[in-house]
T-cell receptor
Framework: TAGITQAPTSQILAAGRSMTLRCTQD?????MYWYRQDLGLGLRLIHY???????GKGEVPDGYSVSRANTDDFPLTLASAVPSQTSVYFC???????????????FGPGTRLTVL | GQSLEQPSEVTAVEGAIVQINCTYQ??????LSWYQQHDGGAPTFLSY????GLEETGRFSSFLSRSDSYGYLLLQELQMKDSASYFC???????FGTGTRLQVFP
């Protein structure tokens, strides 16, 4: 079982360019999440989706957008990248999100993004 | 504001016991989770406390006191492979602490 896959593994992006980070899970989990991780700041929630067709804003949503057209996929888009978006991005999923955060989250391997 | 505080670094020797504390201040609270992350890897779930008290999973235990806004992760019989970063996280908007780096020495 693959669990959660993310693509690309790493990317260098010029400032002002757009980029979509891909995330796919095969566990049929209802909820999915996007985090960014920066040194000394831990993990910060960007956006989440409790179920297909719905999305919500996390702690740091500005500059990012998401969509949830189906259960398995949860892409994260940077419309116009800036250097402050240089980070490691983790996608995660959980079986249920009746109350956000109470269910075990499973994380993908991450995407390392550098914006120059 | 919302914040979680945990020590930045802890060191210990193989076979020892170590406790990583986490205090939180959040506008809402459902429970406290703990995650482990090895360098270059993804976070993996360790435990969740929704109620006050101790939860035990093998060598790892986690404790929660809602009245004190405090929890801890207890690691027993430390092994070299336990060297990693450990994050506490509060349910309700999924706020993570900044992590505690544990180094286990032989």
């Amino acid at each position: 079982t693959a669990g959660i896959t993310q693509a690309p593994t790493s990317q260098i992006l010029a400032a002002g360019r757009s980029m979509t980070l891909r995330c796919t899970q095969d566990m049929r989990h209802n909820a999915m999440y996007w985090y960014r991780q920066d040194l000394g700041l831990g993990l910060r929630l960007i956006h989440y989706s409790n179920t297909a067709g719905t999305t919500g804003k996390g702690e740091v949503p500005d500059g990012y957008s998401v969509s949830r057209a189906n259960t398995d996929d949860f892409p994260l888009t940077l419309a116009s990248a800036v250097p402050s978006q240089t980070s490691v991005y983790f996608c995660a999923s959980s079986r249920d999100a009746t109350v956000v955060g109470t269910d075990t989250q499973y994380f993908g391997p991450g995407t390392r993004l550098t914006v120059l | 504001g919302q914040s979680l505080e945990q020590p930045s670094e802890v060191t210990a020797v193989e076979g020892a016991i170590v406790q990583i504390n986490c205090t939180y201040q959040t506008s809402g609270f459902y429970g406290l989770s703990w995650y482990q992350q090895h360098d270059g890897g993804a976070p993996t779930f360790l435990s969740y406390n929704g109620l006050d008290g101790l939860e035990e999973t093998g060598r790892f235990s986690s404790f929660l006191s809602r009245s004190d806004s405090y929890g801890y992760l207890l690691l027993q019989e430390l092994q070299m492979k336990d060297s990693a970063s450990y994050f506490c996280a509060v349910s309700y908007k999924l706020i993570f602490g900044t992590g505690t780096r544990l180094q286990v020495f032989p």
